[in-house]
T-cell receptor
Framework: KAGVTQTPRYLIKTRGQQVTLSCSPISGHRSVSWYQQTPGQGLQFLFEYFSETQRNKGNFPGRFSGRQFSNSRSEMNVSTLELGDSALYLC?????????????FGPGTRLLVL | KQEVTQIPAALSVPEGENLVLNCSFTDSAIYNLQWFRQDPGKGLTSLLLIQSSQREQTSGRLNASLDKSSGRSTLYIAASQPGDSATYLCAVCLISNFGNEKLTFGTGTRLTIIP
């Protein structure tokens, strides 16, 4: 079974631009979560989608948004990029997102904002 | 607010030694705790998941323990190998403000096994 895939793997943007990242979960998984990882803040939860609905969200500004499609693929969008948005963005999938399940992580998208 | 701490931030040990990584959390009302490893520039790989009702979990050379009352977990690695070199993160799962589960990660311990 193929793992979680994320595209693109690397991205360079300039301040003020917007960016869209994509995540394809493991086949059959319906829950997709997004995380931001930076050296200073570590791994922080962004939001979780299940069956095309945002079910949970972390403490990030409204510039960070996401969506999920009917095939469970998910995208996250960051508008008006800031230097501090430079980070590794990870997505994780699980069957239902329940607390008893293991989350499977993708390799991440490394975003550099100049 | 749940805080998860991992000490030390970095650890180097000679190959073959047994070692223990530590994780502490402030809110004991957790559902479970997971240990992950992250290789440089890559995503996370789940190693062990301990439910709140369990005391420990084992997988091969890895053993993770959980003491909810004291807010602590340890990851024991036996007979360390150079391939164990990675950053190890613990994450606790608890109910979020929205009534759903979320993971809160520690800052990680960067482990280097010296051949």
């Amino acid at each position: 079974k193929a793992g979680v895939t994320q595209t693109p793997r690397y991205l360079i943007k300039t301040r003020g631009q917007q960016v869209t990242l994509s995540c394809s979960p493991i086949s059959g998984h319906r829950s997709v979560s997004w995380y931001q990882q930076t050296p200073g803040q570590g791994l922080q939860f962004l939001f979780e989608y299940f069956s095309e609905t945002q079910r949970n969200k972390g403490n990030f500004p409204g510039r960070f948004s996401g969506r999920q499609f009917s095939n469970s693929r998910s995208e996250m969008n960051v508008s008006t990029l800031e230097l501090g948005d430079s980070a590794l963005y990870l997505c994780a999938s699980s069957y239902s997102g329940g607390y008893q399940e293991t989350q499977y992580f993708g390799p991440g998208t490394r975003l550099l904002v100049l | 607010k749940q805080e998860v701490t991992q000490i030390p931030a970095a650890l180097s040990v000679p190959e073959g030694e047994n070692l223990v990584l530590n994780c502490s959390f402030t809110d004991s009302a957790i559902y479970n705790l997971q240990w992950f490893r992250q290789d440089p520039g890559k995503g996370l790989t789940s190693l062990l998941l301990i439910q709140s009702s369990q005391r420990e979990q084992t997988s091969g050379r890895l053993n993770a323990s959980l003491d909810k009352s004291s807010g602590r977990s340890t990851l024991y690695i036996a007979a360390s190998q150079p391939g164990d070199s990675a950053t190890y993160l613990c994450a606790v799962c608890l109910i979020s403000n929205f009534g759903n589960e979320k993971l809160t990660f520690g800052t990680g311990t960067r482990l280097t096994i010296i051949p």
